[in-house]
């Protein structure tokens, strides 16, 4: 059944999901009512009002029913994802405990915690309390052992090529990214694109399908709209879902092709064998490569795409692994004399010739 999507559904996303079709969801990012129990206003040094969450949506008799409707809307996403989605919620100390284990009870498999860390937190202002400097993201797989899409490649990309930790410094959303209109906040709870930009493009690949069954400004849709996915919006508040439809509308198409809007996994790519450089004349029987680039041992290129050493023969792995004492990928260490250039290069880089040599074909 084809979904429609990129659009907002207006009303109670307890009774709307279960309307979905099953497994169509790549990606469920929730950020539910926090149930944060403000129970006073709050006033700064100055005796300003404080702007704080006290919206109606936000308020629950007890932390019973608090659970109950938990469980309600984590047990009517569960059949919406597919085999590889995921879903993601954000909380905060007065809800995420028991949402983490509502989701676990439901057979959920948390897969990540992820903090948020505020580079612009909100001071406690009463002095009471530490500053309330974070909140907290639950990263879950729809069971046990399914594998969830995962772009560790763009992740890494992101941060500058080092491995995405799980702690994310992130500024709340301010400026001219928060929706206002009269001078008021359109949302309280506005999250920071950036925060989207990042669970978006590590869970899901182009054109995939994003639904957000707590949609208010419409941050989902809009990122996802920007990274050419798809979405599907869920609030119960008219006016919050007419203001994320102006917002959304005001977002660009994406007409970039999927290249760009994903990152490559060098482990999928074909493999190519060492022997392959022989075979398309880069490398020849006979020829000696060194390892690694301060000049070390030097072996002979076999004519099958074996390392002739010391009188024995291996891989270009094996032979590296002897050489380094440990684990390593020969493509990374063997030097190779390129006759076009008189230069020794790396073997990997003839490799990524071959292959664009052939993408071209
Ligand atoms: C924490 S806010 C989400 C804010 C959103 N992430 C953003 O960036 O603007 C939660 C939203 O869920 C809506 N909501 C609460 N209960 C709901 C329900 N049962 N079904 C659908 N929407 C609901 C509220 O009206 C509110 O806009």
């Not at 002095?127 to 399914?146: K, Y």
């Not at 594998?147 to 702690?167: C, E, I, P, W, Y």
């Not at 002739?308 to 390593?328: E, F, V």
Request: proline residues 5%; positive net charge.
């Amino acid at each position: 059944m084809e979904i429609q999507h990129d659009r907002i559904l207006l009303g109670d996303c307890r009774k709307l999901l279960p309307q979905l079709p099953h497994e169509s969801a790549d990606l469920i990012f929730a950020d539910p009512p926090y149930n944060l129990q403000l129970r006073q206003e709050l006033y700064r040094p100055d005796s300003s009002r404080v702007d704080a969450v006290d919206d109606s949506w936000d308020r629950f008799s007890s932390f019973e029913e608090y659970d109950g409707f938990t469980r309600e809307w984590l047990s009517a996403c569960r059949p919406l994802l597919k085999p590889s989605g995921s879903l993601w919620v954000i909380g905060s100390y007065h809800n995420i405990h028991r949402v983490g284990a509502i989701l676990q009870d439901l057979g959920y498999w948390i897969l990540n915690e992820i903090v948020w860390i505020k580079s612009n937190p909100m001071p406690n202002f009463r002095g009471v309390r530490f500053t309330n400097a974070h909140e907290t993201l639950l990263w879950a797989a729809r069971e046990r052992g399914a594998r969830s899409t995962f772009h560790h490649h763009a992740m890494k990309s992101l941060n500058g090529d080092l491995q995405m930790r799980s702690d994310w410094v992130l500024p709340v959303c301010s400026g001219g990214e928060r929706l206002r209109e009269g001078g008021e906040k359109v949302h309280s709870t506005q999250k920071p694109e950036a925060l989207l930009y990042r669970v978006i493009l590590s869970s899901t690949d182009p054109g995939a399908l994003v639904v957000d069954p707590f949609f208010g400004s419409g941050t989902t849709g809009a990122v996802a709209k920007r990274l050419g996915r798809r979405w599907i919006g869920i609030e119960k508040d008219p006016a919050y879902a007419a203001a994320a439809k102006r917002r959304i509308d005001a977002v660009p198409e994406s007409e970039l092709r999927t290249e760009y809007l994903s990152t490559p996994n060098p482990r999928k790519r074909e493999r190519i064998p060492f022997g392959r450089l022989l075979e398309a004349g880069l490398l020849s029987a006979g020829d000696t490569l060194v390892f690694d680039s301060r000049g070390g041992e030097k072996a002979r290129v076999c004519a099958d795409g074996s390392l002739s050493w010391k009188g024995g023969r291996g891989s270009i792995h094996q032979l590296a692994r002897i050489l380094r004492g440990g684990p390593c990928n020969g493509w990374d260490h063997w030097l190779a004399l390129d006759r076009r250039t008189g230069k020794r290069v790396l073997i990997d880089q003839l490799r990524v010739e071959l292959r664009e040599k052939e993408k071209t074909a």
